[in-house]
């Protein structure tokens, strides 16, 4: 059992925003308890909580709404587009299973069971009407991180000073969603700034980990990270500028997809920097599933969502080949191997996790393993960690200043990673570091491109790299510091996908003995580690391709984990 | 008979811009005087010169040199390729014509008389030893716009305090085409800042028009446009960030593609202003043939560009199926046609050239002609102004303090049109300017989605847009202020492609009698336009397609001029 509380303290003060936070948690509790009445006094009857608050849902949920929600995205649209599933009953199902997650892990902004059921029966009337679905997600639940804006809902980001806000349109993305026949039924929670990759903020406090309610669900997409780590949702919709579609999907062991910028829609998305283009964020899906992150992409790039929103790449979602070469009817794949990043050792079940998949990749058949050497990824971080933060965080500061709100310790640990010491900077400095990030997206193209040639083989250079997805597992709450192993590839704007490995076992996962930290950074990462305190954390890697070979990374994942 | 000068002023003041200016202009002279020894005395013997000077090859160079740089660049390469030209003949012949160019139009920054006859050398000798040619390009002379970097060489961009800067590399785009094959002969000139729809700096002087000296080349890759359009070359590589390939292109008659944003390689551009994104250049071919510009952008992108210099888009060129639909056996292309842009009403030869494209199109089978009514051109003005000095101008006239020189007429008309009065901006003010762009872009896409429903045919929305490439022909020098309608396609990031229809008749081209201008602007360009002044200036068009269909405006064109 556990100290943690269910749910963050009430905030009690009364400046205007912990008034706008009662507010805020009192409208969310209460769509909480129209979806499932009296279920916060049945949980709070139930006394402290283990840490792994996974296996709960079988004691209060019936078995066929337990069946419907640990039923991959492809399964359901199948089922659902067969008639073997209602759409209601679907709705219902990861209504009730969210409404339960944000009673254990506070993943939830407000829970949309009018709306949802609602849609479902508009969708099934749609079928028996016309003894067809009305699209490729027909009945499926998708849930929403609440930065991305939903018609006449809240809109704050997590800010209190924007408690009040309301989305005057919807998301380009949520309507594409729509049409292709989705139900939206949950919108989650984001730390403050969106930039922790923990979640975190004043309106609805502290999102923790399903698996070990300890850790962190990480971020910023916490929120969906939780609730689907909890099948309170099978397909969700994240951001991700440093790590926080990836984050949550490995601290939970989800499938999750950071696309290279420009592809998926973005318009609707709500944030204080909008505009800013030193580096850009991308939006994309956490799922239980690699179709589930498959069968969103092929949806959104299907409407071509670059005619209606120009700043998107004019380019369809392109698997009707493959992208490897074929060699006795197999698919030749290189795979660089990089098993830290020069900076920071990842933990003991990190390394496992390398070793397991390295082990069983070696024997595959056209499978080629090859070093991968990291190309400065310290100074990766000086730059992106400057370009995330031109103005020197004034934007930020006035924001939460607005409502009198704290700014919290992991923003104001992202706030310090900018060398500028708070400065904001002039045009002509933002374009030399502009000029920076060029030089290393260039210097790291050379290193690829040398990588290949080194090896023997011009016609075929390494295809992807297998790597952490982060220097641990989820780690406890207000340890999330160190970002490289995602922010590297925002910086150079790859595609990464991460996926579940296996899960932290103390008894395997012991420290080891000869461990020697290479850095300040490294000594404090081992030191956070204990085994016992990460007991049931899932563990996840990461692969990675190069720019815009997002189909590339989709396919290497698909056809490399039947060896896993 | 006219009053202009061969060349500009010699700078005779001791500042230490004038004294860089002479020591750049004696280099220029003597590449020049190398070339061809005696042509400048030669030249100067003549007299006044004619305001068009495009016959006065025929009366001093040899018939067979006019034969080969009159051919187009398919030709050039197809008759290398088969070893029915030399290489080193038809270098001789191109440097000889750009030293002609340089006497009568002051286009040329430097002559490369050793390096090409070197290189062209190389290639004949490749030719006889394997038979066939090194690349695509083989033995094809190729001038490039002096801010392009070439290694060792000057890498001014037209300032005088960087007259003493050489460059370190070569761009990227000049490796990819010499290893194509192509053969670097000339560099030409830009005007201060690069930022003029015409060509003067304080290095060079006044770049003039071949067709008429006493109206402007454009620019600002006005020194390929003028050599080009002299037939001392026969493709060049220009740069665009507001009408800057087109221009020059439309002035002088030729063939210009100002393709999607980074498609073609930028590495190795010089300019003050480098890590700016808000609106960003764009690299394009400039030739005396479609064909020309074709093999240009199909031989950059068969290099993949982008494993080299990650910030392009990783996407081939895409003609391997047509863009249209097919009806008939006849692709079906639906052309949008605008007349004027709703601001400023083009002068009367422009009117007759869209009349008679018009005219012949109306009888197409398969090419629909429909209205194309401009969305808020005006506004679009204001945004790109400002978002092309978002420091105020402070780097500019920086860089003009360095040396001293005076920051020129036409620099400080682009300067005066941004509405911040020469403020920096924050970044906060730099985000909210780069939202009103974006806000535009999906205006406008919409506009052109909904444009497409009025004519009740969703499936096939308006394919291009026809519009004139400027408010007249090349105009007199210091004359050329209306950049919308080049720079609206920049802000919007389409694809456009600039060609030539006819010439100034003065006797056809009387202003209407029942002219009324719509506001100062169109007054003001109105009144500048005299059927005489404007005698043998090339009339050109443009075609419009939308962003990242490079390939469709090509092959609409392509299909099209057979029509014209």
């Given at each position: 059992m556990t100290q943690t509380k269910i749910q963050p303290e009430t905030p009690t003060c009364n400046g205007p925003c912990c008034k706008a936070a009662r507010k805020y948690c009192a409208h969310r509790d209460a769509t909480v308890e129209q979806t499932w009445p009296g279920l916060h006094e049945t949980v709070l009857s139930w006394g402290p909580l283990p840490r792994?608050?996974?296996?709960?849902?079988?004691?209060?949920?019936?078995e066929r709404e337990i069946v419907i929600t640990e039923k991959t995205p492809e399964t359901l649209v199948a089922e659902l587009a067969q008639g073997e599933l209602k759409s209601v009953d679907v709705a219902r199902a990861f209504l009730n299973r969210a409404a339960l997650a944000q009673e254990l892990?506070?993943?939830?902004?407000?829970?949309l069971p009018d709306e949802a059921l609602q849609r479902a029966q508009q969708l099934d009337d749609y079928f028996q009407a016309h003894?067809?679905?009305?699209?490729?997600?027909?009945g499926l639940p998708i849930s929403v991180k609440e930065h991305m804006a939903m018609k006449?809902?809240?809109?704050?980001?997590?800010w209190c000073a924007w408690a009040e806000r309301r989305a005057e349109e919807n998301s380009h993305i949520l309507d594409i969603l729509w049409n292709a026949g989705a139900v939206f039924y949950a919108r989650t929670t984001q730390p403050q700034a969106l930039m922790q990759l923990e979640t975190d903020n004043n309106l609805t406090g502290v999102t923790v980990n399903p698996?070990?309610?300890?850790l962190t669900c990480g971020g910023s997409s916490g929120g969906e990270g939780a609730l689907i780590g909890f099948r309170g949702s099978c397909l969700g919709v994240g951001t991700d500028i440093g790590g926080s579609i990836r984050s949550p999907c490995a601290n939970q062991g989800l499938y999750g997809l950071r696309p290279s910028?420009?592809?998926?829609p973005l318009h609707g998305k709500g944030a204080i920097?909008?505009?800013?283009?030193s580096i850009l964020g991308v939006i994309g899906p956490m799922s239980t599933s690699l179709e589930g992150v498959k069968l969103f992409v092929k949806t959104i790039l299907a409407a071509k969502p670059w005619l209606r929103e120009?700043?998107?790449?004019?380019?369809?979602?392109?698997?009707?080949?493959?992208h490897f070469p074929s060699q006795n009817d197999r698919p030749r794949i290189r795979v660089g191997v990089m098993w830290?990043?020069?900076?920071v050792q990842p933990h003991p079940p990190i390394r496992r996790a390398m070793e397991t998949l390295v082990q069983k990749l070696?024997?595959?058949?056209?499978v080629e393993l090859v070093p991968w050497k990291p190309y400065k990824h310290a100074e990766a971080w000086q730059i992106i960690s400057q370009l995330y933060y031109v103005d020197g965080g004034a934007t930020l500061r006035q924001t939460a200043a607005e409502s009198g709100e704290l700014v919290l310790p992991m923003t104001e640990w992202i706030l310090s990673?900018?060398?500028?010491?708070g400065r904001v900077l002039t045009p002509s400095e933002i374009w030399t570091l502009t000029r920076r990030r060029e030089a290393y997206r260039m210097e790291y193209a050379d290193h690829w491109n040398q990588t290949a040639t080194e090896t023997g083989d011009e016609a075929n250079p390494v295809d992807v790299i297998l790597c952490?997805?982060?220097?641990?597992?989820?780690?406890?709450?207000?340890?999330?510091?160190?970002?490289t192993y995602t922010a590297v590839w925002n910086l150079l704007d790859y595609p990464a996908m991460v996926f579940p490995v296996t899960a932290v076992d103390p008894e395997l996962d012991q420290?080891?003995?000869?461990f020697m930290a290479m850095n300040y950074e490294d000594e404090w990462n081992s030191r956070i580690y204990k085994p016992e305190l990460y007991a049931d954390a899932p563990v996840s890697l990461q692969l990675v391709a190069r720019r815009h070979q997002d189909e590339k990374v989709v396919e290497a994942l698909e056809y490399l984990q039947q060896y896993f």
């Open positions: 792994n608050v996974t296996s709960l849902p079988k004691r209060i949920m019936s892990v506070n993943c939830i902004t407000e829970l003894g067809k679905p009305i699209g490729p997600l027909h006449d809902k809240t809109h704050d980001a997590g698996f070990n309610r300890d910028a420009l592809r998926l920097m909008l505009g800013n283009e120009p700043s998107l790449l004019a380019m369809p979602w392109r698997d009707d080949v493959s830290n990043d020069g900076v070696e024997k595959v058949d056209g990673q900018n060398k500028n010491n952490p997805a982060g220097p641990g597992a989820a780690p406890p709450h207000g340890h999330a510091r160190y970002w420290p080891a003995v000869d």
